[in-house]
C-alpha cells in the first residue's frame, strides 16, 4: 500500500494556506531563537516592523554573504 503524506505549511499570524506565497523566517531575540511561518504580505510586515532596530544594532554573528 501507497501512503503520501502532504505538509502543508500556513501562515502563524493569519492561519492563511501558504503554498508557493510565503517563507519560513528565522529570528533571534533575548538570546532566544524563533521561526515564524508567514504569507510574503507579513513578511514584508515584518521586516518594515524590524529594519530600523537590524539597521542601527551591531551584528554579532550569523551567515555572512560572498560574492564569487
Do not use: C, H
Not at 508557493?20 to 510586515?45: C, H, M, P
Request: charged share 25%; proline share 1%; no cysteine.
Amino acid at each position: 500500500m501507497a501512503q503520501r503524506v502532504q505538509t502543508i505549511l500556513v501562515d502563524d499570524l493569519d492561519g492563511t494556506e501558504l503554498g508557493d506565497d510565503g517563507q519560513t523566517v528565522r529570528f533571534g531575540w533575548l538570546g532566544a531563537e524563533y521561526t515564524i511561518d508567514l504569507s510574503q504580505a507579513n513578511v514584508d510586515k515584518f521586516a518594515a516592523a524590524i529594519t530600523p532596530y537590524v539597521d542601527a544594532g551591531q551584528r554579532v554573528g550569523g551567515r555572512t554573504t560572498r560574492s564569487t
